[in-house]
């Protein structure tokens, strides 16, 4: 992650024919990534989506916006759970406050 040395706003990547950039969205100040950098942005595509988005899957129950529906929690039995669709393929996993992370699976 970088910060813009103009107006310290946090600078967004861009990959270039194969070359890493960061670019201010306020003031467009660019500057080109080091090695360093490209080790980090690897180590994040290559996690799996449920380890990329573990930390956000616990802490989403908690979030006022995210949705929640009358699904019977199978770790509490509590009668509320919250919902969130994660990842490139758009799952949808089932939240508990007890902690139960689940995908969901449609019955048929």
């Known amino acids: 992650m970088r910060f813009c040395p103009k107006d310290e706003t946090i600078m967004s990547h861009l990959i270039e024919v194969g070359e890493l950039y960061f670019i201010c969205p306020t003031c467009a100040y660019q500057v080109k990534g080091e090695p360093n950098d490209t080790l980090f942005l690897n180590e994040i595509h290559n996690l799996s989506d449920d380890l990329k988005y573990n930390q956000l899957m616990k802490n989403a129950i908690y979030d006022p916006s995210t949705p929640l529906v009358k ?36 019955e048929k």
């Open 71 to 106: 699904y019977k929690c199978k770790k509490c039995n509590s009668e509320v759970t919250g919902y969130i669709y994660i990842g490139d393929d758009m799952n949808k996993y089932i939240l508990c406050t007890c902690g139960l992370i689940e995908q969901y699976v449609p």
